[in-house]
């Protein structure tokens, strides 16, 4: 028995650019379409008369893309797709689109930003969630790959002791992480540029700004402030891998590391996430 | 408001050796671990006096793992921890250890297996999960990032056409996935080896002999196939990206490409994924 | 001034079947093109008129792949397409063709090797360079990213101690590396198929049988016995990073791991290397 | 016999905390430590009397980075290393380090750059290049993973055209590259922050400016721009994969696309490398 399906194409990559004046614009994302519905008859049939290939998805995207000039902020192009499969495809039940938006910056040339030309700013993507169904349709937004690292106002102690316990307590360790937050927007409307840079900056901040006691300490800050900041934001997901720094022990060679010294390490890795909400 | 809250540590390697006789044995793992539960102060408050370290959580796999001298089922493994986990920590409500075994066979010298010397598989990986709380554990295995593909014997074809369609209807293309299945056991002591083998080979030869029409069809195959011939197996999920191989078009070079070469393409993808049960 | 230029395609992919008979075959390559010659003019005055589009180098690929009903012999496939565009392009002075073999293996079904139904081995490849210019051609052959590891017979000991070291001296600890080997030929047409199996067979049965007293003592080892077993193998180069297999310190919980428990590091990591010739 | 060879240790990860004033400095490093030297022994005999374990390389670069109170330019550091290493292992005879320097930025709160937290930058690096010998040292400096875009400017046209050329002249192309660039100092004391950033700023300037007619002709116009400005810079290699942005075709379904969208391709990728000295 078929208890659930879904299906679609993961990874639809796309570089827009708007040349409407002499200052171009360039957008760079990677899309993905997820079907759910009634496609049983897929499954144990091998009819194939409901489904819309993923190819078809894929073209889709790329010619809804070319539609405007200008470019689109990320969350409206995502509707504007689940809007259209879910109108043209009776059988689909719920679209998800998936956007990840990687971030690109101009050149400067004498100081100035240029015209056409663009340095890719590095891993750190904005993101936005679309779940549409015969009911309605969902926003959410959010940020993924955001490296982040403070080398005081960080600390960890009073936790549980056990007989496999070695970590020694402190009061001041390197906090390191990279920063995933999903939030969800009350109505899709609300999912603007500038709410968006808004929540960016409160993460920022805070995680500047707090005295951290651990990374669950922190986490639990960041998403207070971003609901409370923005009340047209009604849940954040939060996940901060601990991006562990060991201090180098140098003693054994006589040398004291006085918080200089640092191996970062990618596994083993402490996760911590939480769900926040009103 | 705290809505839902888990933390734990990821990627525990481990490489263990059973040195009980001259044929040496080699098992290798990553382990992730999960606590859920009553941690709210130590996100509101940054009270850690519930908190079990992450760093503890490492240790305690590795002097688990030198408790025996043998080499131990995953699934089995997995369960001890667990158990260990939530009867020594009373806000733990819920514990997952997700475990995820590297392949490796012995080195042939003059055509025997050598006591000592392994080579590694590949990336294909035997998993488990243990989901266990104060009610009791419940134990899924799985398969990882096995890559398979088949040059004949699958089409697609009978599909929705709209506007957007350019894909050809074929009897007759490259099927290349790889499998990811992940299926629930009745209770625990059904996971053994012996069934963890026969599920694979189940999925392997059903991808092999099926009339494929479509990734879907091949899905639904294999499942409603390991669910027959395993009893004891309550329901699979199994995830098939698409990994296309397209045709190259020699057509414009005056050649005649009679599906002999193909690109295989890594992005985009199609996902298909569904849960087959009882 | 322009002292040196080379320019080229690389990681061409392409999946080649042969279906002549109903047992069909598989080859998965990726492909890497590089042009050495005269072209000054087409970086000091854009001047395109001596270029080769890397594209058609790629559709080249792709053409001459299609040119042969049965599966051909890498180096042999390679050598075929330097020739063509050194006999085609008078401006370049040297081709290197850099192919990169994937592994697949047949499915077993009823344990018989199916016909048309394949799983990838993992990330090992076969690999061979061509190097032809106007005076003749070379071929090497090789292995890439086997990952082997053996739990006895190897030590590391007597080695220099300064006032920053810090590693035990041992007799047993695990070896696990990467191998990476390169052979050069007498001459092209000693690059058979079973010359390079034999190569590789060698190389596992030395790792295997051989007792080690360094990454160094064995490379030494492997390297030997290539080239006093194949005689029309002239060099052999081979880069064996150390994958470290750290013993868990487990004392501190007042247990014993007797060479049992280990966490294998992929950084840092040791790389030896060497070029052994007669 | 042994005709050359290498050892030492990848992938030393650092990180340096500078705490002398409120306002914390972080530095980001990967140090690579590669000996060449007299060390037939150690390979034919296992003799490893003259060597220096790479664990213990490892160390000296913990114990080194430790010396200084303030982040000291990564040349120097490497000069530093390679000096040590150089002066107390009579048996070596040339010490390479390579280094490669993560960027991170500080966060802004208030508009204001924070005292002690950071934001990576991405995957772009820094790299320097230390060969020492018993005769001197010679001083590199580079830039690895800075990926750059310009919408317009770009063409490639009047290429050689044979029976595999698919691709159409144009004159308008999106020119897409991640930039790797390796220079040499006269002397090393030339190897100054300011000079790394001088020749960081010509090579976006000219990616900007020029009027592309091929990867070629813009890689030799960085590397002209380089050596005219900075004197004390003698030779210049670049290296630039061209990341394809292949317009989409949109006109099987009645649309223009009017250089609006593209598919960026990861691969295959056209690669172009040149030397460039005085």
């Known amino acids: 028995m078929l208890k659930q399906n879904n299906y679609g194409k993961s990874h639809i990559r796309l570089i827009k650019v708007a040349r409407g004046s002499r200052v171009h614009q360039l957008q760079h994302l990677a899309v993905?379409?997820?079907?759910?519905?009634?496609?049983?008859?897929?499954?144990t049939a091998g009819d194939n008369s409901r489904v819309l290939p993923t190819d078809t998805m894929k073209n889709t995207v790329y010619a809804f893309a070319n539609q405007t000039d200008v470019i689109e902020q990320?969350?409206?192009f995502g509707v504007r797709l689940a809007d259209h499969f879910l109108s043209h495809n009776p059988p689909v039940a719920k679209v998800k689109i998936d956007l990840?938006?990687?971030?690109?910056?101009?050149i400067l040339?004498?100081?100035?930003?240029?015209?056409?030309?663009?340095?890719?700013?590095?891993?750190?993507?904005?993101?936005?969630f679309i779940i549409a169904d015969r009911e309605g349709v969902k926003v959410k937004?959010?940020?993924?790959?955001?490296?982040?690292?403070?080398t005081t106002r960080s600390g960890f102690?009073?936790?549980?002791?056990?007989?496999y316990t070695s970590l020694p307590e402190t009061d001041e360790r390197i906090f390191a992480t990279s920063v995933k937050a999903i939030w969800t927007y009350d109505e899709p409307r609300a999912a603007t540029d500038k709410t968006w840079s808004g929540v960016r900056r409160t993460i920022l901040e805070e995680f500047a700004l707090h005295d951290s006691r651990s990374v669950q300490h922190t986490l639990n800050k960041m998403g207070e402030a971003v609901l409370e900041k923005y009340s047209d934001i009604n849940e954040i997901f939060l996940s901060l891998p601990n991006i562990h720094c060991i201090p180098v022990d140098l003693e054994k060679f006589d040398l004291i590391n006085e918080g200089r010294v640092f191996v970062p390490t990618?596994?083993?890795?402490?996760?911590?996430?939480a769900h926040l909400t009103r």
Chains 1, 2, 3, 4 share one sequence.
């Open 109 to 128: 040339v004498n100081d100035e930003p240029h015209d056409h030309s663009f340095r890719k700013d590095g891993d750190e993507k904005r993101t936005a």
């Open 157 to 163: 102690a009073g936790f549980v002791k056990d007989q």
């Open 74 to 76: 990320v969350e409206a």
């Open 141 to 150: 937004a959010g940020i993924k790959d955001m490296v982040v690292l403070k």
């Open 32 to 43: 993905e379409i997820t079907f759910e519905g009634d496609f049983e008859e897929v499954y």
């Open 266 to 273: 990618e596994e083993p890795f402490g996760l911590i996430e």
């Open 100 to 106: 990840s938006e990687h971030r690109w910056s101009r």
